[in-house]
């Protein structure tokens, strides 16, 4: 019996897609799918039918959204896909994959600061204004250039996570989860030895702070 819980099926898809493209022998024409899901970064999904058959092909009938909207998964799916080849470029796919099974977000931009503590501030302001993202579409804006750090620092990202954090972040009750496991996961694998303890007693205070003024916009809201 297959599995209707969308988020293990998005899981499925996406991992397969993933195995597809690395194990592809013809690397040179997955450059050249890669190269046109670039083209896709920040566009409405279905902008382009030959990028849709590209990252769509056999997806499950259940993911598929109804109306003249996208569904939540295939949003959450093209853009995710679509950094992943941001990720990607100029990479060998077989000795160099951008996709990592169990490094998410939170722990990606840690592990970037503690490349350098130098650059632990900087970092940290472009993390915060990532996790504060009011939507979706504001978080793959800010996620465009985190994804293009990560391919300098060649830091990879687990791309099935990330799908499914980009399901969840379009449900307003959900946000919370997300950004607190975001900020527990920078803090945890950002070793710098930050200045002293303070700083991430300082760093956990905020990711606290960010979900009591969701709660607060949210409350409002209703």
Partial sequence: MENSNPIEQMKGFAEKKLRVLRENPDESGTKAY???MRKGVGKVPGADPEL???LFEDLPEELIGRGNTPGRAELALYTAFTLYAIHQQSRSLKDENAHQRGIGFGRAAGEMAAQDPESLKAVRRRFNAAAVSSDLTELAWHMKGMVQLFRQKEIRLDYVQLAVD??????LEKIPEIRLK???DFYRYCNVKA?????KE???????MWICM???QFRQAV
């Fill in 182 to 184: 975001w900020g527990r």
């Fill in 195 to 199: 200045e002293n303890e303070e700083e």
């Fill in 166 to 171: 980009f399901y969840l972040y379009q449900d």
């Fill in 34 to 36: 890669l190269a046109k």
């Fill in 52 to 54: 849709w058959g590209i």
């Fill in 202 to 208: 300082n760093g956990m205070k905020k990711i606290n």
């Fill in 214 to 216: 969701w709660y607060r």
